[in-house]
């Protein structure tokens, strides 16, 4: 099991550019969420998909905030155009659907924008 | 609605004592329960999870915690703290009729452990 994949790693950019975050799931998993986690604002849910149909985008801050969830195994979330006020790290997490199981987090995208 | 209270977003210890971080509770239904730590760079991990039975729960790295539902509380323990536990701790709930298993975490808490 080779746990949640995020990339890339890290991202800097410029202000105004486009921003695109991937995350791969753990396979089987049929929940997954993105995160926002700043110094300031902690640890902040932006949307959740349940097979693959987002339920609950109330987190993204703005329409510059994109999600998409192509497919069972794929994510993507888009920030156009970007602001320095989004830099932060943001998380992919996935688990299956019982309210019991625990969420499997990434390692993160640490984004920066200039 | 639930929510989630981690008292002091920082704790400091000396290695080798108990560690104990907080965390206290709001739900209209029963609970399940879950404590995160996250190292730097790194994401969140699952430490340990109450769902049902045993109110005590032990999880990795020797830590456990307790569900007390009269408190509303799920506290974190840790006889005695290494160096390596110093990290950030997150506290989690999420309710029964959840049907799409959304966590709501506390603020989390920074251990900090002195030689």
């Known amino acids: 099991d080779a746990g949640v994949i995020q990339s890339p790693r890290h991202e800097v950019t410029e202000m105004g550019q486009e921003v695109t975050l991937r995350c791969k799931p753990i396979?089987?998993?049929?929940?997954l969420f993105w995160y926002r986690q700043t110094m300031m604002r902690g640890l902040e849910l932006l949307i959740y998909f349940n097979n693959n149909v987002p339920i609950d985008d109330s987190g993204m801050p703005e329409d510059r905030f994109s999600a998409k969830m192509p497919n069972a195994s794929f994510s993507t979330l888009k920030i156009q155009p970007s602001e320095p006020r989004d830099s932060a790290v943001y998380f992919c997490a996935s688990s299956s659907t019982r309210g019991s199981s625990p969420l499997h987090f990434g390692n993160g995208t640490r984004l920066t924008v200039t | 609605a639930q929510s989630v209270t981690q008292l002091g977003s920082h704790v400091s210890v000396s290695e080798g004592a108990l560690v104990l971080l907080r965390c206290n509770y709001s739900s209209s239904v029963p609970p399940y329960l879950f404590w995160y730590v996250q190292y730097p760079n790194q994401g969140l991990q699952l430490l340990l999870k109450?769902?049902?039975?045993?109110?005590l729960v032990k999880g990795i790295n020797g830590f456990e915690a307790e569900f007390k539902k009269s408190e509303t509380s799920f506290h974190l323990t840790k006889p005695s703290a290494h160096m390596s536990d110093a990290a950030e701790y997150f506290c989690a709930v999420s309710s029964v009729n959840n049907a799409g298993n959304m966590l709501t975490f506390g603020g989390g808490t920074r251990l900090m452990v002195k030689p």
């Open positions: 396979s089987g998993h049929n929940s």
């Open positions: 109450y769902t049902t039975g045993a109110t």
